[in-house]
């Protein structure tokens, strides 16, 4: 098996090769053609017992050669919240002429999922491995296999492959609104701009809206919840801090911080990030929420 660039060349030397319960059944087979063919003196049953152990033998040359020459190189996994089935992805390059039939892979014998691989091609395929873990999770190295053509040999190989998915904390089911931008931390304080913001519309609400600005006369009419948009508030920011979040414990305050940010980030909410000593400047977008939680999973 040599590697070069990350990737894995499958070679006939590193190669494992053992007969399966198929094979070793079909080896008692040719011993008591052998038995019989002795005591009776019989020529069609020497015949026949030789004939057996020639495609007996012949089949580990084909076995191995279902897997010799075939390049196997990683891909880049998703990122999963914990509890989710984390994905590993490995290309399988079967430059040869010929198609390759019933190649397993798997992390172990039962999870095994056998793949055709046609000739010349390259063939994506996903390993699955519940990520029971926040942080980066580590696939168990992956296995290779094959027990064509006739089942009675299994050729494999463990591919010196290391897999790893980074874990989001799982968010949390609880509802907690955000928090506040800056213009309603003053409205508590008794300060705010009352009256300097123009109200110009309605939108729908949205979990982890500011109740103070739920428009109460339209839900009376059962006209739907809505909040009051003003001019002055499309520049409101928040900030997400975890020294705000409650929780009994560690995992339970990131979960809350986890929800925080796919909430924000679907509400299309600027924000910022803060997170013991780091501290992520205000903004929004996809790769600004992959930031915020990937520092979560780390953290």
């Not at 999770?137 to 494999?156: D, Y």
């Not at 809206?209 to 920011?237: P, V």
């Not at 809350?256 to 940010?261: D, L, P």
Request: proline content about 3%; glycine content about 6%.
């Amino acid at each position: 098996m040599q590697t070069k660039n990350k990737e894995i060349r499958l070679s006939y030397r590193n190669i494992y090769i053992l007969p399966t319960q198929r094979g070793l059944g079909f080896v008692a087979l040719i011993t008591l053609l052998l038995l019989i063919a002795f005591i009776y003196n019989n020529n069609l049953v020497y015949l026949l017992s030789f004939l057996l152990a020639s495609i007996f033998f012949i089949t580990i040359l084909h076995t191995v050669k279902s897997l010799e020459g075939l390049v196997i190189s990683k891909g880049k996994s998703p990122n999963v919240f914990m509890g989710d089935t984390a994905e590993g992805l490995l290309l399988i390059d079967n430059s040869a002429k010929q198609k390759r039939y019933s190649v397993e892979l798997g992390f172990d014998k039962k999870n095994s999922h056998p793949v055709d691989l046609e000739a010349d091609t390259k063939t994506l395929v996903t390993l699955s491995e519940k990520a029971n873990q926040r942080g980066w999770f580590q696939m168990t190295q992956p296995v290779i296999s094959s027990a064509f053509p006739f089942g009675l040999f299994r050729a494999w190989t463990r591919l010196n492959i290391k897999i790893k998915v980074l874990v989001y904390p799982r968010p949390s089911q609880q509802i907690v609104a955000l928090p506040e931008d800056n213009s309603s931390y003053l409205e508590q304080q008794g300060n705010a701009q009352k009256g300097q913001d123009d109200f110009y519309g309605l939108q729908n609400y949205q979990a982890g809206d500011n109740i103070r600005q739920i428009h109460w006369r339209a839900f009376a009419k059962g006209q739907g919840l809505y909040i009051k948009q003003y001019s002055g508030a499309q520049n409101a920011e928040i900030c997400l801090d975890y020294e705000q979040t409650l929780g009994a414990d560690k995992e339970q305050r990131l979960s809350q911080m986890c929800r925080w940010v796919i909430e924000a980030d679907k509400a299309g909410i600027a924000y910022s990030f803060k997170l013991a000593g780091l501290q992520i400047e205000s903004t929004q977008g996809e790769a600004h929420s992959k930031k915020c939680l990937a520092a979560l999973a780390l953290f």
